[in-house]
């Protein structure tokens, strides 16, 4: 992963110049090429000159006075800003109206467990995945959702990460703190870092750099391990609301947390899986609520090298964060809209399925009781069931219960399991294509 850095800053009184000259010559001051991009200098060098400028480098200068005119200052040491572009409102204002007008009418409210539990699940697996973790999707969902314990250790990078966004929204309404920074780092680490001591602290030593995986090329080297603990105070004070003293829409201040995290990379190990931690804590933490429900490390995974490559612009373009917020508000709006194509399939197979359901009952397969278990089933993938809760909630016996149960397992539309000396029938999660299947 390379990027090209940007030509040497102009001296101030040239830049002035450049800028009065072409100002003066009918080119109004903008921080975007004319297609409305906000690029970086290794887009900009291989653009057409504009007209107006004697070569791309002139251009280049141009762009980053109107650019630096329009910045927001960062209370960060390294004195990040962003430039509030059009864009970047457009797609904020988006995010907002998905928030408040579109998850009703996707019925998603409805099922939230079911949506929470898979969104909690999906983005432990991305999150863990992106640092290396090796299993498929069915192995660890089954090891989550069954309560199972991690045989290896990528899928106990998995289910550390799944701990710590259950802890995420259990303390969503507290202020951070270094505190709870080290002990959500504690969870996503557990038994899953090399060194155990280095679990819920700060890295002792400087040993570490950010290196590319292909070329093994230094691409980052973090700060000083003693800056870490004024720089965590700094990062929590501003992830509160605390600075600076002019507003910032809360999902601009969690990306901004994501960035500064991750280029503190404060831990020996675990800071990916942190920082994304991270970014769900302030987002929900400011009532975007919508957000449990979205798997954004699934979108970043598809995406990798685009996500490195937001890191590499910020910090060779004097920590300008624009190019981060773009690349993260990209990855947003289409986790959202994963959301939503997601609810709008489950909800037409849910249709399908409870019609093809009608094929059991016109045949006999079915008697009124199991039908309503599958009808139940259909909308709770993964719901339990017991001989005793159904011989309970039907009014009958145990013998008749039983048989109800084990029908279904017969038929495949059940899963049966033994939990302790009792047995259980569980609702799989491929019920819809089961159906489908029935001849």
């Known amino acids: 992963m390379k990027i090209a850095p940007p030509p040497k800053p102009l001296p101030t009184k040239e830049l002035v110049e450049l800028a009065v000259e072409k100002t003066r010559s009918g080119v109004m001051p903008c921080v975007t090429d004319k297609k409305g991009r906000y690029s970086h200098w290794d887009k900009i060098r291989h653009l057409e000159i504009p007209e107006?400028?004697?070569?791309?480098?002139?251009?280049?200068?141009?762009?980053?006075?109107?650019r630096v005119g329009q910045q927001k200052t960062l209370p960060f040491t390294e004195m990040f800003s962003y430039v509030l572009t059009d864009d970047i409102q457009k797609n904020i204002h988006e995010i907002d109206s998905q928030m408040h007008g579109s998850v009703e009418s996707k019925n998603i409210g409805n099922n939230k467990e079911r949506y929470i539990i898979r969104s909690l699940m999906d983005?432990?697996?991305?999150?863990?995945?992106?640092?290396?973790?090796?299993?498929?999707?069915?192995?660890?969902?089954?090891?989550?959702?069954?309560?199972k314990e991690p045989e290896d250790y990528s899928q106990r990078m998995i289910y550390n990460n799944y701990q710590a966004i259950k802890f995420i929204d259990k303390h969503k309404t507290d202020d951070l703190t270094p505190a709870l920074v080290l002990e959500l780092h504690k969870i996503v680490t557990d038994n899953a870092i090399d060194n155990p001591d280095d679990a819920g602290r700060l890295r002792q030593d400087d040993d570490i750099n950010v290196v590319d995986n292909r070329t093994g090329s230094v691409l980052h080297r973090p700060p000083e391990h003693q800056s870490?603990?004024?720089?965590?105070?700094?990062?929590?004070?501003?992830?509160?609301?605390?600075?600076?003293?002019?507003?910032?829409?809360?999902?601009i201040r969690a990306i901004v947390i994501h960035f500064a995290l991750a280029y503190d990379h404060p831990f020996a190990d675990g800071n990916g899986r942190t920082t994304r931690a991270l970014f769900y804590w302030v987002v929900l933490k400011n009532n975007y609520w919508l957000f449990q429900y979205i798997t954004l490390s699934t979108y970043i995974k598809k995406a990798q090298s685009q996500y490195g490559e937001s890191f590499?612009?910020?910090?060779?373009?004097?920590?300008?964060?624009?190019?981060?917020?773009?690349?993260?508000?990209?990855?947003?709006?289409?986790?959202?809209?994963?959301?939503?194509?997601?609810?709008?399939?489950?909800?037409?197979?849910?249709?399908?399925?409870?019609?093809?359901?009608?094929?059991?009952?016109?045949?006999?397969?079915?008697?009124?009781?199991?039908?309503?278990i599958i009808q139940h089933s259909i909308k709770h993938l993964g719901e339990v069931y017991?001989?005793?809760g159904h011989k309970i909630s039907q009014n009958i016996g145990y013998a008749t219960a039983k048989l109800d149960l084990e029908k279904l397992a017969k038929l495949g539309l059940l899963q049966k399991s033994k939990r302790g000396r009792a047995f259980i029938f569980i609702a799989p999660n491929d019920l819809e294509q089961r159906i489908k299947a029935y001849k």
Request: aromatic content about 12%.
């Open 386 to 388: 017991t001989i005793e």
């Open 123 to 147: 983005e432990a697996i991305s999150s863990s995945q992106l640092e290396g973790a090796a299993t498929t999707r069915k192995v660890a969902r089954d090891m989550l959702k069954y309560n």
């Open 52 to 66: 107006a400028f004697d070569d791309i480098e002139q251009y280049w200068h141009f762009l980053k006075f109107s």
């Open 228 to 251: 870490l603990p004024d720089r965590m105070k700094v990062l929590c004070d501003f992830a509160n609301g605390n600075a600076p003293d002019y507003f910032i829409h809360p999902i």
């Open 312 to 372: 590499l612009m910020v910090e060779s373009d004097n920590f300008d964060l624009t190019y981060f917020i773009n690349s993260q508000l990209k990855f947003i709006n289409q986790a959202i809209n994963g959301l939503f194509d997601y609810a709008d399939n489950k909800q037409h197979e849910q249709k399908k399925a409870l019609e093809l359901l009608s094929a059991y009952l016109a045949d006999g397969k079915l008697n009124s009781r199991q039908a309503m």
